[in-house]
């Protein structure tokens, strides 16, 4: 997937288990990246959710993810 994105300026917000924030950084040269953990309840709307911000995303995009 990263591959047909790989142009993007665009904000992209992962939750792919395991794949590093560096990774998904390394391959997206352009794009402001977050990276999500959330939790099972999500399943059924009730979640809580971590996440880690790449070095582009400004605080701007940080509030659309917490809104999301």
Do not use: H, Q, W, Y
Not at 4 to 32: F, H, P, R, W, Y
């Amino acid at each position: 997937m990263l591959e047909e994105i790989k142009d993007t300026d665009k904000l992209v917000v992962s939750i792919a288990a395991g794949v590093k924030l560096k990774k998904i950084e390394g391959k997206l040269k352009k794009a402001k990246v977050v990276r999500v953990m959330p939790n099972t309840p999500c399943l059924v709307g009730e979640m809580a959710a971590g996440f880690a911000v790449g070095k582009k995303v400004k605080d701007k995009e940080v509030k659309i993810v917490e809104e999301i």
